[in-house]
């Protein structure tokens, strides 16, 4: 993962968001943390690897788990810049959502993208999510503060979608 990470950094650079003041940003940093916190009650990362190497394309994250009424998870997701046009993130993304919705009891997952990500709000509409709207200023990525468009999907639509 740390190689990917490095290999990858100028490719990811403009979709990352900065850490928090003090907080820790570097390649290493970052999978150091990815690795502590990759299963906990509140978050789970999950690597997307190649089915016939095993190689790591990337990770798809589920952040930001409430349970009771709510019931909600954030996902997000990256690859490195080889991974993309293979389906290796669409069949990533829908196995963490199948562990959202049928192992983690999940009632709604949602995943908030940059407007100017097309591959990235392709991938969610491809794997099942529909557009809810827009939130201005709501993540600070590369330094600003940037909009995103926010896509959601609940149990019922997962359910829905036949093959899952």
Known sequence: MLALRLASQDWLRPW?????????????????????????????RHLVCRGDS????????????????????????WRGPAGGGQGFMTQGVLLVLRRAFEQLGLHRVEANIMPRNGPSKALAVRCG???????????????????HDRYAM???????????
Not at 154 to 164: A, F, K, P
Request: charged share 20%.
């Open 16 to 44: 990352d968001p900065l850490p928090s003041a003090g907080g820790m940003g570097s390649p290493e940093a970052v999978v150091d943390r990815a690795i502590a916190t990759a299963d906990m009650e509140t978050g789970q």
């Open 54 to 77: 095993g190689a790591i394309v990337g990770m798809c994250n589920l952040s930001q788990i409430f349970r009771g009424p709510f019931d909600n998870a954030c996902m997000g997701w």
């Open 129 to 147: 999510f529909r557009f809810e709207g827009y939130s201005p200023n709501y993540l600070q990525i590369a330094g600003r503060w940037e909009g």
């Open 154 to 164: 609940t149990r019922e639509d997962w359910e829905g979608r036949g093959s899952g």
